[in-house]
């Protein structure tokens, strides 16, 4: 994924890619659940921190057509 997103691959954006997704992890396990877009999230994450997950779609409402 960092490589779409213009960054220039090295140990600094390494280091930091991975801290970040180790700080998401370590606030999810927190949680008492997890909320997420679609089914294929939903199981990452329920694999991932052994707690359920909730979800919720993303739609538009008529209001927001």
Same mark, same amino acid.
């Given at each position: 994924?960092?490589?779409?997103?213009?960054?220039?691959?090295?140990?600094?954006?390494?280091?930091?890619?991975?801290?970040? #997704?180790?700080? #998401?992890g370590t606030a999810m396990a927190l949680c008492h659940w997890v909320v997420a877009r679609n089914p294929y999230p939903a199981a990452q994450a329920e694999a991932f921190i052994g707690k359920p997950t909730r979800i919720i779609p993303n739609y538009l409402s008529r209001e927001q057509i």
């Open positions: 994924m960092m490589d779409r997103l213009d960054v220039e691959l090295n140990d600094t954006a390494w280091r930091f890619w991975f801290g970040y #997704i180790r700080r #998401i």
